[in-house]
């Protein structure tokens, strides 16, 4: 299993920028591939950016050239940084770890969510 912390939310104003941070404890952090999630009041949760353990990034498309998403095996931490942020990105931010078994059984950790208010 691995525990999940997350950090660096906030309130932040229209164009601004943040960076999460993701914390990683009890596994082996480089086996898993890492996501970060954001749900909004009302809204289902989605995924935002994701970094499989073999490398290579995805984003939704609402975020790409804004956002970015890198880790530090040596520290198990996953970042995202947000670049010119607009009220659409007001959400709680979740941190995913993610692995596959050998049999494809997708085992899936969280962290507690930070809240991102992008607001003047």
């Known amino acids: 299993q691995v525990q999940l912390v997350e950090s660096g939310g906030g309130l932040v104003q229209p164009g601004g920028s943040l960076r999460l941070s993701c914390a990683a404890s009890g596994s082996v952090f480089a086996i898993y591939a890492m996501a970060w999630y954001r749900q909004a009041p009302g809204k289902q949760r989605e995924l935002v950016a994701a970094m499989p353990s073999g490398g290579g990034t995805n984003y939704a498309d609402s975020v790409k050239g804004r956002f970015t998403i890198s880790r530090d095996n040596a520290k198990n931490t996953v970042y995202l940084q947000m670049n010119s942020l607009i009220p659409e990105d007001t959400a709680v931010y979740y941190c995913?770890?993610?692995?596959?078994?050998?049999?494809?059984?997708?085992?899936?950790?969280w962290g507690q969510g930070t809240q991102v208010t992008v607001s003047s």
């Open positions: 995913n770890a993610y692995r596959y078994s050998g049999y494809g059984t997708r085992y899936d950790y």
